[in-house]
């Protein structure tokens, strides 16, 4: 049997911790829906897991867009990808550099800590690994131009979230709750943001952007910075997704809550004794997953909604071009709705 990644472990178990007293009531809704017409097999083994991509024991992946045109060296996991190139990385601290669309290795490097999370922008990979040290590695000069210990790391909720770009800066989440803004140009001069207190668990699970909005979570609060601005919104958050200016935040404890960009609520909906893991928007409807496999549909203003069953969540939920992957199962989203 493939091992998980070590540094991959521990989302499995603070996922399934969630739910573990054994006097929780269960999400038991009376009247569901057979989702067997929109599931197949796909008969693979996934065999590491991150928050843009899933690895199968084969070598195959998905990505947020669907699955890879080619598969990778043994023992390495999808990171990210560009235009241009494809980062994968294994447990030991090496990573493979690949060009994405011939799927041919460029480049291999090693580095000192395995790598939790990392963003491509030109040439050059903005990273994080083990023991929060921050880096940025040229591909063109084949070398690590920057390379220091940002922060001390307690424990890892290992959803982390990978860096993004905005606008001419390039926004790094760290596994202390800090966000490093950086100008690539001047890439010493990064300012840290903090946006979390918390010792435990409290790197960044979720980082996006709606306009001039930096959108980041924790697992215990919804963060939206703009000039001038920081506002918060208090949960355990299983998940975040956003369509258009409207970001759709789930609780761990069965609630979903549609925000404004500025954490305005908007709509909220409570299923009773739900343990909501993922969450997708996708062509005007909302998908939220239970882990015991209640699929809910919603419309926009969370009011309509429809229930499928497609079976218990045992080890991964994962949304991929439109479809959502579960263990060793794939669901057509597009083919169930709320009505």
Do not use: W
């Not at 197949?40 to 992946?61: L, N, P, W």
């Not at 943001?193 to 909005?213: D, P, V, W």
């Amino acid at each position: 049997m493939k091992r998980f990644p070590k540094v991959l472990l521990c989302a499995f178990a603070c996922m399934l911790m969630l739910g573990a007293c054994s006097d929780r009531k269960y999400f038991e809704p009376k009247n569901t829906h057979s989702a067997s017409f929109a599931m197949q097999d796909t008969g693979k083994e996934a065999v590491a897991i991150m928050r843009d991509g899933i690895t199968f024991a084969d070598g195959s992946f998905l990505s947020k867009k669907g699955s890879g045109g080619f598969k990778l060296l043994e023992g390495y996991h999808y990171v990210t990808q560009s235009a241009r190139y494809l980062l994968a990385a294994d447990d030991k601290g090496d990573i493979a550099i690949y060009d994405r669309k011939s799927g041919k290795v460029l480049q291999k490097k090693s580095l000192k800590m395995p790598l939790v999370s990392a963003g491509i922008r030109g040439d050059r990979i903005f990273y994080i690994q083990q023991d929060n040290i921050f880096g940025i590695y040229s591909i063109t000069a084949k070398k690590s131009i920057v390379e220091a210990k940002v922060g001390r790391a307690f424990a890892i909720d290992t959803r982390i979230a990978n860096p993004i770009s905005l606008g001419n800066l390039v926004v790094v989440p760290t596994l202390d709750g800090k966000l490093l803004v950086i100008n690539p140009l001047r890439p010493r001069g990064a300012r840290g943001l903090a946006i979390g207190k918390e010792y435990n668990l409290n790197n960044i699970i979720y980082l996006s952007k709606i306009g001039r909005f930096i959108i980041a979570a924790t697992p215990r609060k919804l963060i939206s910075v703009a000039p001038g601005a920081m506002r918060k919104y208090s949960a355990a958050i299983a998940d975040v997704a956003i369509s258009g200016n409207t970001i759709y935040l789930l609780s761990v404890g069965g609630e979903i809550v549609k925000l404004s960009p500025g954490l305005r609520v908007l709509a909220k909906r409570k299923f009773q004794y739900a343990r909501f893991t993922t969450i997708a928007v996708l062509r005007g409807k909302i998908y939220a997953l239970d882990r015991s496999g209640a699929l809910v549909v919603l419309d926009p203003t969370l009011k309509r909604s429809r229930i499928y069953d497609i079976g218990s969540v045992e080890n991964y939920a994962f949304v991929s071009g439109g479809r959502l992957y579960k263990d060793k199962e794939v669901i057509e989203l597009s083919k169930l709705s709320y009505e």
